[in-house]
């Protein structure tokens, strides 16, 4: 089994979203022990918090979309992808 890691700091990327076009920025922050993946929706009221987990994918037609009480996050695979890559 692999040790828990987590980011050394935040940051931070901007630009166009994929299928949107809508300009946005991402940020990655640094989280507490057992804490998992979570995607925060800062854009939205209540700023809600979706856990990227299996039981939350909702569709993977285009990209890979989170849902938890209506709200949806897509294309969450890039990111994913690029955090899994650093975890040694």
Known sequence: MLKQ????DSFSL??????????L??????APENH???IQRTDLEGQP???AI????????RGTVLCKNGVKVST????????????Y
């Open 36 to 38: 998992g993946y979570k």
């Open 25 to 30: 920025t991402v940020t990655f922050n640094p």
């Open 76 to 87: 969450v695979e890039h990111g994913m992808a690029s955090l899994y890559a650093f975890r």
């Open 54 to 61: 299996a039981d939350n994918v909702v569709e993977t037609t």
């Open 5 to 8: 890691k987590t980011l050394k």
């Open 49 to 51: 918090l979706i856990d």
């Open 14 to 23: 901007s630009g166009k979203g994929l299928h949107t076009g809508v300009n």
